[in-house]
């Protein structure tokens, strides 16, 4: 019966324990979150953070809440060995860029169709108001095709800046 990586009647190290090449204790602080058969945890958190920084913070925290800053640290020096630069930041800033160009092209999408809704209730009844003249008189024929598929106005004061600083 395994438990927490640890044997019955032996100790096995933790991924800690082992690459800091030392004897790993019943009372090991790494032993519940890096556990030996996932060795590449501690291998990044420790290039990161430091074992003695790691083992601090460890300390410091209630027990219940270990885990999610073990999860937090595991995820940030990840972050970092892919972008040494800008770690998670990196990461959340691209994936914001990306939500932002989401956002204007569904504007840009929305627009589209009330656009089309526009041109096809007006084609049913048979007066299509010309795209060249702002006059409601001017009528271009029926069957005739409008000389631009798509006039629009996004209504979004900050397109291509941040959503949240808007």
């Known amino acids: 019966m ?11 190290p933790c991924a800690a324990c082992k690459l800091l090449r030392r004897r790993c204790s019943q009372d090991c602080v790494f032993a519940l ?15 990161v953070f430091g074992a003695s920084n790691v083992n601090k913070m460890l300390q410091d ?20 060995v892919r972008d040494p630069v800008y770690g998670c930041v990196g990461a959340i800033s691209s994936l914001q ?6 956002h204007t092209q569904l504007a840009l999408a929305q627009a589209e ?6 041109w096809y209730a007006t084609s049913v ?3 299509i108001p010309s795209p060249l003249s702002k006059k409601s008189s001017s009528v271009v024929e029926p069957g005739s095709k409008p ?5 629009m106005v996004v209504d979004q004061p900050c397109i291509g800046e941040s959503m949240w600083s808007c």
């Open 2 to 12: 395994r438990e927490s990586g640890r044997k019955h009647g032996s100790v096995s």
């Open 33 to 47: 979150y890096f556990p030996a058969d996932e060795p590449w945890k501690f291998a990044n958190v420790h290039k």
């Open 61 to 80: 925290l209630p027990v219940e809440r270990r885990g999610d800053a073990v999860s937090s640290m595991v995820y940030e020096a990840n972050a970092r």
């Open 97 to 102: 860029r990306q939500v932002d160009q989401l």
């Open 113 to 118: 169709v009330v656009h089309l809704r526009t």
């Open 125 to 127: 009844s048979g007066v």
């Open 147 to 151: 000389l631009f598929l798509l006039d």
